[in-house]
């Protein structure tokens, strides 16, 4: 579509996320009004907008959405972008999905396999075409400090695993990810626990999905620190999920625990050189302009630090400490006022900005909060993030 082209008034309703007094999140929309089933060129290119604009939305009563039309939605949201799953087909996110994939098998949704079923439990009779299928659900051993099985079944939760959508290696990561709510678990809510020593909590819907952004952690950085990360970049491990397959989060979620556990680079087995992905610190944001400290700190293998152009980088290899360098930054956004927690009910669709946004699911006990079955979709992006000045070419 040229960009010449005036197109006309979107058909939908966006309205911002309600905000208690105490939230301080400065992101999110709720989007009613539109059949995703039967959404028109110029309201593709309008959604789009509002993602990259709200940086997390919530579409309304799409209990009709076929799997088919999800990925349709999504590839035309990039239609210059390799026509598959950012993580590769099922065979390829099997076999190199690493701690991503271990200890769980992936299923497509049958006729629209890149439409992936994530879930809990019983599944039914027949979901979309799979038949009789139980769901494992998250990894309970994904926490260096154990949550001990009373706690959780008392309804003491943590964040899973704070991350964005992206294979770094080979295919560039998704600029955005679409879930939809076909069954979502009820019960009691359940409390977060952050059960780092801070003594932070907050109160969730079991099963929901946690949002914080990253360009509002940008502007919590000072000059000096907003100048470094715009002129820093990381460097990630090749294959990176197989890197770390054998590592531990921190019970907060946020990173992973300082164990060793990452495989070395003849571990991991061959790779393509040019295929190893290297990105700026600081992700622009391509409608708002919006800068966001956008590092994916569980797969990084090496830092680059300068503060201008002509500066000659200071180099972090040590996994440690480039740990610590991370933690160091994002910790600071990881307060209750600053998470989202949108309601999705079942036939929502909640879509996010991956250039803009960290994510994490909220786990519950299964017997108390009955299956859950989530369809997610995305796509390799065909133009990958753009930091505020080029960093060198390799």
């Known amino acids: 579509m040229s960009p010449a082209v005036i197109l006309p ?17 400065n992101f999110g929309a709720t989007i009613t009004d539109i059949d995703l089933n039967e959404i028109s060129d110029a309201d593709v290119k309008h959604l789009k907008d509002a993602i990259w604009t709200h940086k997390v939305v919530v579409v309304k009563g799409q209990k009709d959405l076929l799997p088919a039309k999800q990925w349709e939605l999504v590839t035309r949201f990039d239609p210059d972008a390799k026509q598959v799953h950012s993580h590769g087909d099922i065979k390829t996110f ?125 502007s919590m950085l000072s000059e ?18 197989m890197a770390i397959e054998n590592c531990k989060g921190n019970a907060n979620g946020l990173g992973l625990a300082i164990q060793g556990r990452e495989h070395t680079i003849e571990e991991i087995g061959e790779f393509e050189e040019d295929k190893v992905k290297r990105y700026p610190f600081v992700w622009v944001n391509p409608v ?58 079942e036939g929502d669709i909640v879509m996010w900005d991956n250039y803009g946004v960290f994510h994490s699911a909220v786990d519950y006990y299964l017997p108390t909060g ?13 133009v990958g993030p753009i930091g505020p000045v080029p960093i060198p070419a390799y």
Request: net charge negative; aromatic share 10%; proline share 7%.
């Open 9 to 25: 008034e979107p058909s939908f309703v966006v309205e911002p996320f309600n905000k208690g007094p105490k939230e301080q999140y």
């Open 94 to 218: 099997q076999k190199k999905g690493g701690m991503l994939s271990r200890n769980r098998e992936v299923h497509g949704i049958p006729g629209a396999e890149n439409v992936r079923l994530i879930g809990k439990g019983y599944q039914g009779e027949d979901h979309y075409g799979l038949k009789n299928l139980t769901v494992g659900g998250l990894s309970a051993d994904f926490h260096a400090k154990e949550l001990p099985q009373e706690e959780f079944q008392a309804g003491h939760t943590r964040f899973q695993r704070w991350h964005i959508d992206a294979p770094l290696y080979d295919r560039n990561p998704a600029w955005f990810t679409t879930l939809r709510a076909c069954k979502q678990p009820s019960g009691d809510d359940v409390t977060i626990h952050w059960d780092d020593d801070s003594g932070m909590s907050m109160k969730s819907r079991p099963g929901l999905t946690a949002f914080f952004s990253t360009s509002q952690l940008y």
């Open 224 to 241: 000096e620190e907003q100048q470094m990360a715009d002129h820093s970049w990381v460097e990630y491990f090749p294959h990176p999920y």
């Open 288 to 345: 708002t302009g919006e800068k966001a400290f956008q590092v994916h700190g569980i797969c990084a293998r090496r830092l680059y630090i300068r503060s201008g152009p002509d500066e000659e980088p200071r180099v972090i290899e040590d996994i440690p400490e480039i740990r610590k360098f991370l933690h160091n930054i994002q910790y600071r956004i990881l307060k209750p006022e600053y998470i989202s927690l949108p309601l999705v009910g």
């Open 370 to 382: 009955g299956p859950r079955s989530m369809h997610q979709a995305n796509i390799g992006a065909s």
